[in-house]
């Protein structure tokens, strides 16, 4: 009587582990997205391209926002203005972004400048 007693103490432990143990994966998977969310929601991306005439052109990579400058700190200054110009008028939590974005800048080069 005391072994089936033992026996089901232990099946229990067992099954109450593998119980707390979902819990906890499930509560850090979304802790984890949650952070992800958050710090993806934080970047505006752009991809930026030399044209032939040489005027530097940058487009955000998720967001209707395209600039170009003749210099990188014009294209950076032009950049800032657009980001801001199309933040003003938009709910930035209905399209994912959070009050104050970063800017990245990803600068494409072109075959030729390295082949």
Known sequence: MRDKKIVKIVVFLVVFHDF???IV???LAFIL???YD???SSIIQFT???DENGVYCAKAVD???FTSGKTLPELENNVREATALFMEDED???IGLSAEPSLLANF???RTAYA
């Open 20 to 22: 707390v143990d979902k």
């Open 25 to 27: 994966k499930i509560e």
């Open 33 to 35: 997205k949650e952070r």
């Open 38 to 40: 958050y710090i993806m």
């Open 48 to 50: 930026i391209k030399r």
């Open 63 to 65: 967001f209707p926002i």
């Open 92 to 94: 930035l939590a209905s």
């Open 108 to 110: 494409e080069i072109s």
